[in-house]
Every structure is written in structure tokens, then in C-alpha cells.
């Protein structure tokens, strides 16, 4: 299977690069995993649920002779997404063009992201691979630019240069309006992983039934001014979107607990100020509400999803680096059990029954199938529902 190849191949690297810290050939292979990971993505074939919508609805974009007479006031994306379609119509006009540009694009963003901000360049990458390859490449396709360009704006945020901040999140906002979220975001700028970090999160999460009641209240606002609003508002409708208790605690313990134990074990083991501390938070107070609604507030963490792994990789780095620390073997075992975990809950929904129950979760992406080939399974052919 070429994900378990890649995952083989990216913990090589970990280890002669991150743990034993050779230096021989270490560009050639970051960019050589870098290629990797997007040729993957750019040349799948019908891989991820998503992708299905965005392939039977491409032709139906505009190309920029059709800018003129097109519809964007009523059309259901944002503006520069037609922009970005429409630049890769003037190459070619077939979707797997654009598909690959996309890949290359969002990637160079991301390893970009983590080359400057991980001290384990190459584990930052296998976390990365690992916990969100899947989703930002082959879901979330649009949103995964407005991620990028979130993750472009951190300078800016880290250096308190809040009008170019707010251009990029403007910027954010044309390629889809739920980066109006990272308006906030500046307002939980001085949070620091202290007393308080650990304090204020067991409050919220003691509040959270009072909280949620007032966003429920809000989102009638958003709604108004946000077309995001109107599918945000198709979550809270839709019963399907609710947990049974036993959802509820799989959705608090992958989204919320693992990721707050791992803030407590750097709170009691780490002399490190993280930077990317404030978006820590934040990425554990909205896993706290994915108990109410999973499928808006883990979206809401894909803002923060990055912060959050060059926060894990950094971790692991001080932990291993810290060789004169009598309980090394021990911390190290407990970072590890904590991935496990957490790869654990991330990865349980891939067994269970898609939308209808002609096939389960993880036949969006298993197996991977190439535009070389144009091949897929009959499981993959019953996804066709995802582009209707």
C-alpha cells in the first residue's frame, strides 16, 4: 500500500535525520519528500469523498471570458477559488491540471510552514502526513488555501502586525468565508501554556453546554452575513451530525482530552515558551464543543491544525534532546502512547459506514488510484453521490 510506503520511507528520515542528525543528502530528501507527497495528491484519481464534487462541478466554472456573465452573487463559492479555476483553465481545461496545481500549491505552503517553524523537520512532515494529508488534500480543497494563507499570516501575527495580519485573513476570506473565524484569532494572542492555559480550559470545558447555547444564538447572525453561515447552519439541522453518548466520548477524547494531556505534559515537563501556544488553545477549546457538533469544530480546528503539530514536534524535540533526564526512556514512552491514541481516535471513524451503507469511510482513500491508470473499485464507484 503507497501511504504505508511513504509513512516507512518518512520515518527513515525521522530517524537519520531528526534523531541522528546527519546531514549528508538532507535537502535532497526533503525535497524529494515533498515530491512525493505531491504527486500523490495531484495525481490522484477519485480519491477522498470531496473530490467527487469538485470533478463533476468543474466544468460548470467559469473561465475568465465567462467572468463577465457569471453569477457570483449567487454562486456557492467564493470568488477567488473561479479566480484560481480559471487560471488553470488558461493551461488546460482539464480538472486533474488544476488538481495537481492545487496539490503543489498547498503543499509548498505547508512545508514551507514547517521547514521554518519545527526543530524535526521530517517528523513535523510524518505528523503531517499522517493526521491531515488525507483530509487537506483530497477534502477540503478549498479550504485548504485558506489554510495556507492563514499559515502565511503567523509572521504577522507573531510580530504584532496586525494590519498586514488582517490582509491576509481578507485575503483568506475570498477563497472561503470561514476564515472570517480568524478574525479573533489576535484576541488570544497573549495566551502563554501556564497555570492559566490549563485553568482556563477546565473552565470552558465546565461552561461549555451555556457557551454553545450562545453560539447557537449567533449563528443566526453569521447566517446573515456569511455564506459558510448557511452550510453551518445545515450541521446544526441535520440529525445525522449528532453523537450518541458513545460518539460524544470518542469525539471529546480525540479532540479535546488527547490533545489537552499532551499541553499538560508540556506544562509539566517542557522549560519551552511556545509560540504557537494561543492556537494550542484554541485547538483544544474546540474540540471541547465537538461533543455538541464534530463536524463544525473540528473544521474549526483545521485553522489550527499546523500550530498544533509544529507544537507536538517541537515537544518531542525538547523531550529527546534532553539527554541528561533520568526519566527520558519514561517521557519519551508517554509521548509516544499519547500518539497512538490519538492516531487512534483519529483514524476509528474510517470503519465505520459512509453516508450510505453500500461502503465504509476509509474507501474514500484505500485504494489509492492514479489518473495514470483512471482506475477504481466498485466500493470507490458507489461514492459517485458525493458530486451530485
Not at 488570544?188 to 470545558?205: D, P, Q, R
Not at 480525540?254 to 508540556?266: D, G, K, R
Request: a neutral charge; one cysteine or more; hydrophobic letters at 50%.
Amino acid at each position: 500500500m503507497i501511504y504505508f510506503f511513504i509513512i516507512f520511507f518518512l520515518t527513515f528520515l525521522v530517524y537519520q535525520y531528526d534523531v541522528l542528525k546527519k546531514k549528508e543528502g538532507i535537502q535532497f530528501f526533503w525535497f524529494a519528500s515533498f515530491a512525493i507527497i505531491v504527486l500523490l495528491a495531484g495525481l490522484r484519481y477519485k480519491v477522498g469523498g470531496d473530490t467527487f464534487a469538485y470533478l463533476n462541478n468543474y466544468d460548470q466554472y467559469p473561465s475568465f471570458s465567462d467572468f463577465s456573465s457569471f453569477d457570483f452573487e449567487s454562486a456557492p463559492y467564493e470568488y477567488l477559488w473561479y479566480v484560481f479555476c480559471a487560471t488553470c483553465k488558461l493551461f488546460s481545461d482539464s480538472y486533474f491540471f488544476m488538481q495537481f496545481i492545487h496539490a503543489l500549491l498547498i503543499n509548498s505552503i505547508y512545508f514551507y510552514f514547517i521547514y521554518k517553524y519545527v526543530n524535526y523537520k521530517f517528523l513535523g512532515i510524518l505528523l503531517y502526513f499522517v493526521f491531515g494529508f488525507l483530509y487537506f488534500n483530497t477534502e477540503i480543497m478549498r479550504e485548504s488555501i485558506t489554510v495556507g494563507v492563514f499559515l502565511l499570516s503567523l509572521d504577522s501575527f507573531y510580530e504584532k502586525k496586525w494590519i498586514k495580519y488582517y490582509l491576509f485573513i481578507f485575503l483568506a476570506f475570498l477563497f472561503h468565508s470561514s476564515a472570517l473565524l480568524l478574525v479573533i484569532f489576535p484576541f488570544f494572542y497573549k495566551i502563554k501554556l501556564n497555570k492559566f492555559f490549563i485553568i482556563s480550559i477546565l473552565i470552558v470545558l465546565l461552561v461549555a453546554n451555556v457557551l454553545w447555547q450562545l453560539f447557537t444564538d449567533y449563528i443566526e447572525y453569521f447566517v446573515a452575513i456569511s455564506s459558510v453561515g448557511n452550510k453551518v447552519n445545515s450541521y446544526l439541522d441535520n440529525d445525522d451530525y449528532l453523537y450518541n453518548i458513545n460518539g460524544m466520548i470518542r469525539s471529546l477524547f480525540t479532540y479535546f482530552l488527547i490533545p489537552f494531556i499532551f499541553a499538560v505534559f508540556a506544562f509539566r515537563n517542557s522549560k519551552n515558551e511556545y509560540k504557537e501556544s494561543p492556537f494550542v488553545w484554541l485547538y483544544i477549546v474546540f474540540g471541547v464543543f465537538t461533543i455538541f457538533n464534530q463536524v463544525i469544530f473540528s473544521r474549526f480546528q483545521n485553522y489550527v491544525f499546523f500550530p498544533f503539530i509544529v507544537f507536538l514536534t517541537n515537544l518531542c524535540y525538547e523531550v529527546s534532546e534532553n539527554r541528561l533526564d533520568k526519566q527520558l526512556l519514561v517521557k519519551d514512552l508517554k509521548v509516544f502512547v499519547l500518539f497512538v491514541l490519538l492516531l487512534f481516535g483519529r483514524y476509528y471513524s474510517f470503519f465505520k459506514l459512509d453516508l450510505y451503507d453500500d461502503s465504509y469511510v476509509y474507501q474514500r482513500y484505500f485504494p489509492y488510484y492514479s489518473i495514470i491508470t483512471e482506475k477504481v473499485s466498485p466500493a470507490r464507484a458507489s461514492l459517485e453521490y458525493y458530486g451530485q
